[in-house]
């Protein structure tokens, strides 16, 4: 289960902490030389908290210009200040929801204007909430998929339709997860990823001739904030749900995002999914509402 930003607040009073500090995020090794993303522009939707954190640390720590993107202004500026603050880089920042293709238009038009380009973008703006299929309400469904599969669409039509006009090339990158084997309890978000995974696969042939590049990353089990929103005697247990039985951290995220979208390792890349997950998609069962007594088996 991929730690995206919920779409509904924890109700937890004291969250437990998840993955890395700043602080950890501006120091942790990673395999790429320092100036491997210098004169790119990168943009990342969700990029306040959770994964689009580390890797808006890690881009800037590449030598890119670095533009984060999500509803909450002031998990941006947060962000932003302790880029600024640890790493000596600054970084852009707009509050807004992906929801709407007039904004995201907007988005994309600053981002041209105050930077003369845009190099890759990744798309790790969504969230979901457990529930069992059944009980979704109508706004409940609309939020995740409207999010998670239409949002995820305005910026990839946004982005693809800016570098065509420049006669630019560009990358895309969609943050998805483990649908192999469907989603229990989260079948609203399986819907929206498969939709993401499939229509990246389909746009990868389409914008070839542009020069655009589209992959999609899929996280297994990241120890991210994200995972407060799940009960904790669920959330404690994916760690388990993969045959390495342990959490993956933001940094292998962020790291298997630079590889396919930078024009220098992922170059010869798109339309594919990589899959980081300990193994999950082969082995190891997530269940974010906890485990229902007809799936306990015995002895097993």
């Not at 120890?223 to 045959?243: M, R």
């Amino acid at each position: 289960m991929s730690a995206t930003t919920p779409l509904i607040n924890s109700k937890e009073k004291s969250p437990v902490r998840w993955g890395f500090t700043d602080e950890e995020l501006a120091q942790r090794p990673h395999a790429y030389r320092d100036d491997l993303l210098a004169g790119k522009v990168c943009l990342v939707s969700g990029g306040g908290s959770g994964l689009g954190r580390a890797m808006a640390f890690l881009f800037a720590r590449l030598g890119a210009e670095v533009v984060i993107c999500g509803r909450r202004e002031d998990r941006l500026l947060d962000a932003a200040d302790s880029i600024r603050r640890l790493l000596g880089r600054e970084v852009g920042t707009r509050a807004m929801t992906i929801r709407d293709p007039d904004q995201v238009q907007s988005l994309i038009d600053h981002t041209w204007s105050r930077y003369g380009g845009l190099d890759l973008v990744v798309n790790n703006g969504g969230g979901q909430f457990p529930q069992a299929a059944l009980d979704y309400s109508v706004k409940g469904w609309n939020a995740v998929i409207d999010t998670n599969l239409n949002g995820t669409w305005w910026m990839m039509q946004s982005a693809a339709r800016a570098w065509r006009d420049r006669n630019r090339q560009g990358s895309i990158v969609n943050i998805v997860a483990n649908v192999w084997r469907g989603m229990p309890q989260v079948a609203h978000t399986c819907a929206a990823r498969a939709g993401v995974i499939y229509l990246s696969k389909s746009v990868a042939v389409e914008w070839a001739p542009l020069g655009i590049r589209v992959n999609c990353v899929s996280p297994g089990s990241i120890a991210t904030e994200g995972l407060n929103v799940y009960k904790p005697e669920a959330a404690s247990k994916f760690g388990n749900a993969n045959p390495l039985r342990q959490f993956g951290d933001a940094f292998d995220i962020a790291q298997a995002v630079v590889h396919v979208g930078s024009p220098v390792t992922g170059k010869f890349i798109t339309g594919e999914t990589l899959v980081v997950d300990g193994g999950n998609q082969m082995w190891g069962d997530v269940w974010p509402g906890t485990i229902p007594e007809w799936f306990k088996v015995p002895d097993r």
